[in-house]
């Protein structure tokens, strides 16, 4: 398993350390103790529900027209598994593998062959199982490549697929759901939503404190990040459910198309956001280059800004924005004939900061689509009271964080970073925001533990 490097706002989380054979069972260890009690507890409810499932499953007699549907299913789940999709945010989904769950779980009749005895009704317990064993192959292939498991969002998932399964699985054994469709369809819908908010809370739970960002926040975040997927794996897992009746297990084949065209355009999408970051992340790199700031500064500034934001509750989309108007806010230095000591505007008139922001933001604005962040690098130069309308909380927030790198740089020394703050404090009553320099005091410095 590969565990991901979380870091504070002054260094650099971009790249990976090698890690040398010998001490790869150490860092898993470590890696593992390091884990929150939250996902200890989503990973133990997960565990206990597999042995269960497993064991009950493995305990009853199975007729093989429901081994036949059980494997199909499986291997529905593990192609999805394998085929899961990044979503912005650092985020993992598998849709393919969360809608034949779902469908599983809501399964009320599956066609079958003249002279072959139908498949009895599906246990919740068998649902879990067929969706943890195919959840497990899946994953393999991305262990074997040295890729991360994702086993935090395999638990969620399957947490997720038990709920419907089991509330469901009783249900359909009702005269009323297996006779009238209709009854059916609102039922299996109205437990979609559910099985969706349930895999949002937990998602956002987790988020919200590795991020240390605020639950509602995070939850409203996750909910929109995730709905548009949410709502083409309810529908297929619904058309796959009702298609099983008139087509048998061939209907999954075909009605899992749609789905597997959804996240195509999903990963277009997840790719052309990671081309604009590392655009501008290089971009940002010029003016580092060109020996206009000091090297790393961008960086930090953007990833201090960003902490400042999530600690005043900003959305993930602001937050975006926010992180490319905080890398690119020098780049009207590229302008300056001769580059300022230390590339630190505070230092400089009023004057002169707001000319850099000014040509930093046209050359922003000349991309086209990135016009709320050319208004970021335009209004940071303002002071925080005194004008109108009064700069976004965006500019206000890179205004404050380019102040306190370009005092503190680099360094991790406390009373260096403490002396800048009471400065920072000292002119809120004109130049920066008081509700911007107090979270930044809180967010200064904050190391966070490493997770899986």
Not at 151 to 174: D, E, Y
Request: aromatic content about 6%.
């Amino acid at each position: 398993m590969t565990r991901p490097r979380r870091c504070g706002w002054s260094r650099a989380c971009d790249g990976q350390a090698a890690v040398t054979a010998h001490h790869q069972p150490a860092e898993r260890w470590s890696s593992w103790q390091a884990m929150d009690s939250g996902r200890l507890l989503l990973l133990a409810a997960a565990g206990m529900l597999t042995v269960a499932a497993i064991a009950h499953t493995a305990a009853v007699h199975i007729r093989p027209a429901a081994v036949h549907v059980a494997v199909a299913f499986g291997i529905l789940i593990a192609l999805g598994e394998l085929l899961r999709l990044a979503l912005p945010g650092g985020r993992e989904a598998a849709p393919i593998a969360t809608a034949g769950a779902m469908a599983y779980a809501l399964l009320l009749y599956v066609k079958y062959l003249p002279g072959h005895l139908p498949p009895p009704p599906v246990p919740a317990l068998q649902v879990i199982a067929v969706a943890a064993i195919g959840m497990t192959i899946g994953a393999l292939p991305h262990m074997a490549a040295g890729r991360s498991v994702g086993v935090t969002g395999m638990a969620s998932r399957l947490v997720a697929v038990s709920c419907v399964a089991f509330i469901f699985r009783p249900l359909a054994g009702l005269h009323l759901i297996a006779t009238q469709w209709w009854l059916a369809a609102g039922v299996m819908t109205v437990l979609l939503i559910f099985g969706c908010l349930v895999d949002a809370v937990i998602g956002a739970l987790i988020r919200a404190d590795d991020l240390g960002a605020r639950f509602a926040v995070a939850l409203w975040d996750e909910m929109r990040v995730q709905w548009p997927l949410g709502a083409a794996v309810g529908a297929s897992a619904m058309i796959i459910t009702f298609a099983t009746e008139v087509m048998g297990i061939t209907g999954l084949a075909v009605f899992v198309v749609p789905l597997l065209v959804t996240q195509l355009a999903f990963r277009r999408y997840a790719g052309i956001r990671s081309t604009y970051l590392q655009t501008v992340r290089a971009l940002a790199r010029v003016t580092e280059v060109g020996g206009y700031v000091e090297s790393g500064h961008s960086h930090r500034v953007s990833v201090l800004a960003v902490a400042v934001g999530r600690e005043l509750g900003m959305s993930e989309p602001d937050l975006l924005d926010l992180e490319y108007a905080a890398l690119m806010h020098d780049i009207g230095q590229l302008s300056l004939r001769d580059p300022i000591p230390g590339g630190a505007t505070v230092l400089v008139s009023r004057g002169d900061q707001q000319r850099i922001a000014e040509l930093g933001a046209e050359v922003i604005a000349k991309a086209g689509v990135l016009d709320r962040v050319a208004e970021l690098v335009r209004c940071q130069s303002l002071p925080a009271r005194g004008n109108d309308p009064v700069p976004p909380v965006g500019s206000r927030i890179i205004r404050a964080a380019n102040a306190f790198d370009d005092l503190v740089g680099g360094s991790t020394d406390r009373d260096r970073s403490a002396d800048a703050l009471e400065r920072l404090r000292l002119d809120t009553s004109s130049e920066y925001d008081a509700g911007v320099i107090e979270a930044l005091s809180e967010v200064a410095g904050r190391r966070r533990p490493s997770r899986v």
